[in-house]
Structures are given as structure tokens and as C-alpha cells.
């Protein structure tokens, strides 16, 4: 399928939205997340379920990542945003998209460092404003220029590459071949297991890893679903956190 020029500023949207902090941050905890913009962009390009599908694949790569300070592994609003576009327009299976995505995420980091670089300008000019009092520029330092500047640098990329993008790689696989899209397939369907290594390396620190096997241990034996174990998971934390709180209080 064609993505049109409305589809293309959609789809830029949705990107810019997700590495913005308006709604008071809600579009950074949600729209960033591939699971998220997948769905936003399938329900752009008229198919949501497929959104899902590939955006919940892309995600799969990255249960792992943390991003500390300026340090960014890899995009995944980029990925699951412009992977989407790319999967859903160019007729391929959600693995290859993945293959295709995670590429995508890392040229993701040129945008993060280009916005974290001229910010910094932005900082120390609102940090003057702050020594004189005026509050006014303040606000105006954190708002006007800086959200203008990511919106050049999230938009108008996303907006041309989810124009033109799809066109170009569909040419290219065409041109490569069914062995090449089959090796891509293949690859994508490893990717997960990364992202999952990576979450479980997390996990398998300090007290955590008593709640994994308590996770898995109600899903095979009482057949608990991810909402009702969720919610277990939450109540236990609540109890840990407390009984964590009351035992250094002792200590202390």
C-alpha cells in the first residue's frame, strides 16, 4: 500500500508525541512504547490488529532497555513508530519488520543526541532567566524553542521516511529476493529472545527473582491470566516495599 501525505504527517505525529513531554508526560510513558505506537500507526493505516502485532514484536526487543542520562542504546519509538509504517505499507511479516526495526532504532540515537546537544543551549539560557527572576523566560526557554527544535528534528524525518521509506524497501527486497526476506524473518525471530535475556538479567537481581518464579509458578499451575498475575505482582511488591520499609526502620 501507498502511505499518503495525511497518513505520513499522522504517523510523524505520533513519533513526535512520544518523545515530547506534553500531556504532562503521558506521551513519553505510553506513546513511546512500540506496543503503543504500533497500534497508533496500524490505526492510521487502517489496520490496528497488524499495528499491534508488529508494534508488540518490536517491543519484545526492547523489555530490557533502560536509558541512564543522556545514554541511549536505541530508539524504540523510532522502531515500533517507523517500523510499523514501513512492515504494514511494505506487505512483510512482522519478524522481518523487526529485523528492519531495530536498525531503524539505532539511527534513532542521531535524533536523541542532536536534541540533548542544542537543549543544553536552551538550560543554560533558562538558567540565566532563573538568576534575574523573570519567570516568564523561564517557562517560555522550556516550552517554545526546545519542543519547536524536536518537533524539526522528530517530525519532519519520520514524516519523509514513512512517505517515501516504504516504496524504497519494498524495491529493495524485491530486488534481493525471497532468500534475503527469508533471512531477515529468521533473524527477527531471534531478536525477541535478546530482549527477553536482557529483561531477565534485570530480573535476576537481589530479591526479584523469588517473584519470576512465583509468576510462572501461577500461570502453569493456576492458570491465571497477565492482568489477574499483574495484579498479584502488585499487591506483593506493595508487601515487600513495606515489610523493606519497617525492617530498616528496626535497623536504623
Not at 82 to 98: H, N, P, R, V
Not at 101 to 114: D, H, K, Q, S
Not at 231 to 242: K, Q
Request: hydrophobic content about 55%; some cysteine; overall charge neutral.
Amino acid at each position: 500500500m501507498k502511505i499518503s501525505v495525511l497518513q505520513a504527517i499522522l504517523i510523524g505525529l505520533i513519533y513526535y508525541l512520544g518523545t515530547s513531554t506534553w500531556l504532562f508526560g503521558v506521551g513519553f510513558y505510553t506513546v513511546y512504547r512500540p506496543l503503543v505506537n504500533g497500534f497508533l500507526v496500524g490505526l492510521v493505516l487502517g489496520d490496528p490488529v497488524q499495528g499491534t502485532i508488529i508494534g508488540a514484536t518490536v517491543n519484545l526487543m526492547y523489555l530490557g532497555f533502560i536509558s541512564a542520562g543522556a545514554s541511549l542504546p536505541g530508539d524504540p519509538c523510532l522502531a515500533g513508530t517507523l517500523g510499523t509504517a514501513i512492515a504494514i505499507a511494505s506487505g512483510i511479516e512482522a519478524e522481518a519488520a523487526l529485523a528492519l526495526a531495530v536498525p531503524v532504532g539505532m539511527l534513532g540515537t542521531i535524533i536523541w543526541f542532536a536534541k540533548m546537544t542544542v537543549n543544553a543551549f536552551f538550560i543554560h539560557k533558562s538558567d540565566k532567566y532563573a538568576e534575574e527572576g523573570n519567570v516568564k523566560g523561564v517557562a517560555f526557554m522550556d516550552v517554545v524553542p526546545s519542543q519547536l527544535f524536536l518537533f524539526i528534528v522528530s517530525f519532519f524525518p519520520v514524516f519523509f521516511a514513512a512517505l517515501y521509506g516504504p516504496t524504497a524497501i519494498k524495491s529493495l527486497l524485491d530486488f534481493l529476493g525471497q532468500n534475503v526476506l527469508h533471512c531477515l524473518i529468521v533473524i527477527g525471530g531471534m531478536m525477541p529472545a535478546l530482549g527477553i535475556a536482557m529483561n531477565l538479567k534485570s530480573i535476576f537481581k537481589g530479591d526479584n527473582k523469588a517473584y519470576y518464579f512465583l509468576g510462572f509458578l501461577l500461570t502453569v499451575y493456576l492458570k491465571l491470566d497477565i492482568v489477574a498475575i499483574g495484579l498479584f505482582g502488585a499487591v506483593f511488591a506493595y508487601i515487600h516495599m513495606r515489610l523493606k520499609k519497617g525492617g530498616n526502620e528496626v535497623a536504623s
